[in-house]
């Protein structure tokens, strides 16, 4: 079992910048991919941006390309997103979610998510 805790969220302008944390637990990282999801208000469960926990290899979806990075610290068990250039579309709740790192992938834990709010 991995347990998921999202924080860093607000309400920020467009424009800002925020970092979300999501700090993991249970059981070693070694293996898995962690990844970020958002969803909108009457809105699907949107891909945002995975890692690996061991390379480090990283996949952006469209809408964080350019913007977005998300990073990892072995150490703390921690995944961070950094967004900056936030937009009101970003708006949203999101989700950490963690997968074994195979093919197909599934992700199998998440957290509760964290509301951010984008204001014009």
């Known amino acids: 079992q991995v347990q998921l805790v999202e924080s860093g969220g607000g309400l920020v302008q467009a424009g800002g910048s925020l970092r979300l944390s999501c700090a993991a637990s249970?059981?070693?990282?070694?293996?898995?991919?962690l990844g970020w999801f958002r969803q909108a208000p009457g809105k699907e469960r949107e891909f945002v941006t995975r890692?690996?926990?061991?390379?480090?290899?990283?996949y952006y979806g469209e809408s964080a390309k350019g913007r977005f990075t998300i990073s990892r610290d072995n150490a703390r068990d921690t995944v961070y997103l950094q967004m900056n250039s936030l937009k009101p579309e970003d708006t949203a709740v999101y989700y950490c979610?963690?997968?074994?790192?195979?093919?197909?992938?599934?992700?199998?834990?998440w957290g509760h998510g964290t509301q951010v709010t984008v204001s014009s």
């Open positions: 979610a963690a997968a074994v790192n195979r093919s197909p992938r599934r992700y199998e834990y």
């Open positions: 249970g059981r070693t990282l070694s293996g898995y991919v």
């Open positions: 890692i690996s926990w061991s390379a480090g290899d990283t």
